[in-house]
């Protein structure tokens, strides 16, 4: 007895698929196909789920090209591994493919990855002395030579699913602005158009960096950040922020970022000389939003800060708090760096009340440091405790005072927009 029943891809699977895929993975390898890949072919090609308890345990994605078919992505719940799962799987896939006409099935996949026992077990040859060579083009040499001129990056795949706690956020985001990104055609059905450009705000040190980046890793794109200052040099501000956007036109399938946008996009004043800034700016973004496939992301810890006729509707499509973390985000944010057994987790989140995920970064890596000079010291191997985390949760000064904590409460039921 399986404890799992494996039947079609639905529509109505798209949401646990997308969280599957990001807790799936065995390796730090980035994957072969892209996210934006697998979503991009559920719809269209042969793709099979694994239901146990009413819950989408495992996934299997193909795309045919002609008589071939590549499977794009196995996902597996960590509950189900080594059970057979991938296995069945797999034979459920290879049926339909065949049904369609397929002769050769392949795939790829980083060594240890999740899946790669199943695809062994399922009569699959692994083929050795074979380099897989790859080279990603931004649309024309050109193009990538002015990603690289401007410093675009594409962020590492894994970095999503590195994102600990801040289940909301997250959700939020993934909803929000990945999927209608990653299925725009899909989107276009039920007359979703996707965003063009967002806003983060929240109190400093919550991440709002971190999941601009991660949305740019999860589709695959480059990501560009604008800094300020830089827009200032030279020039000065209005000039800057035309010559940028005046590049930044050629460009498809990036997400470019301006942290602490209120440096220039604060409210005006009467005859102020900021006026021309705002003015240039928000010229810049009705540019921006005439091409499909990019996204503007502004960040902001002060959103009420900012001129009124940046927050306007038809400016941004969303405007987005990225809060403090609560208890169980705090309890997962710790549980991502503590390595020692029998240390109370629970505990040490309930203490660090008003931590920003850099705060509890930075406390893990003062008792990891502390643990490592008592090894080296000692000549052997020490081991931290809960206290060891107490202490410093208890020593560290909050980012965030409930004073922050309660002005972010109100700036967004005044200008959260979702």
Known sequence: MTGWHIRDFEPRDLEAAVRLDAASSTTSEDPVFTLADVLGSLDRCPAVVAVAAGEVVGTAVSRVDDD??????????????????????????????????????????????????????SGFRAR???????????????????????GAVVPHSRLWAQIAGMTSEKRMIERKLVLPLALPEQAAEHGVEPPHAVIL???????????????????????????????????????????VFSQLRDLDHVVVFIDEVEEIASARELDSTDTGVVNELLKALVSFRDRPGRLLVCATNSVRSLDPAFLRHGRFDYIL???????????????????????????????????????????????????????????????????????AARTLRPTLSAEMIDAFGEDTREFARF
């Open 201 to 243: 705000f929240g109190p400093p040190g919550t991440g709002k960096t971190t999941f601009a980046r991660a949305v740019a890793s999860r589709l695959g794109w480059p990501f560009l950040e604008v800094f300020p200052s830089r827009l200032a040099a030279g020039t000065g501000l209005a000039s800057g922020i035309n010559v």
């Open 321 to 391: 708090p990225i809060g403090p973390p609560d208890l169980a985000a705090r309890t997962a944010l710790w549980a991502g760096y503590v390595t020692d057994d029998g240390v109370d987790i629970a505990e040490v989140a309930a203490v660090s009340e008003g931590f920003t995920p850099a705060d509890v970064q930075h406390a893990a890596r003062t008792v990891a440091q502390s643990t490592f000079e008592c090894s080296v010291d000692s000549g052997q191997r020490c081991v931290a405790t809960t206290a060891d985390y107490l202490a």
């Open 68 to 121: 071939r078919a590549w499977v794009l992505r196995m996902a597996l719940s960590p509950n189900c591994r080594g059970r057979g799962l991938g296995s069945d799987l797999l034979a459920a896939l290879e049926h339909r493919l065949l049904t369609a006409g397929v002769s050769r099935i392949a795939a790829l996949l980083p060594d240890g990855e999740t899946g790669s026992t199943a695809f062994e077990n």
């Open 128 to 150: 050795t002395g074979v380099t897989y060579y790859e080279k990603t083009e931004s649309g024309s040499p050109r193009v990538a030579q002015l990603l690289t001129s401007l």
